[in-house]
């Protein structure tokens, strides 16, 4: 088992590599950080998959039955003879 004083004369010989070492372990995240890191990621991740996912589905679905909705418009116009396609009253000014 390693004691205090050699550790201590390990760290005087080696001079600033040990000294960085150290340093470097002491910056790293904790086993308790990372846990909240995770944490909070799969709570933000959960998040959106529960409210944005189903909003995306229920506005493509809208959409599609809007669509639908105008094309069936549309066509019962056209049908009944509706369509005001073109333009009515209107002079053509030629020069």
Known sequence: ???FSVFSEQTTRSGQ???RVVSVIRE???W?????FTVAFLTLTAI????VLPMVILAGLVFVVLVLVRRGWMALRRGL???RAG???V???SR
């Open 32 to 36: 308790i950080t990372r846990v909240a």
């Open 91 to 93: 002079r053509v000014i």
């Open 17 to 19: 590599r040990a000294a």
């Open 1 to 3: 088992m390693m004691r």
């Open 81 to 83: 003879g509706f369509d």
């Open 48 to 51: 959106l998959l529960v409210v």
């Open 87 to 89: 333009r009515h009253n």
């Open 28 to 30: 790293q995240p904790s």
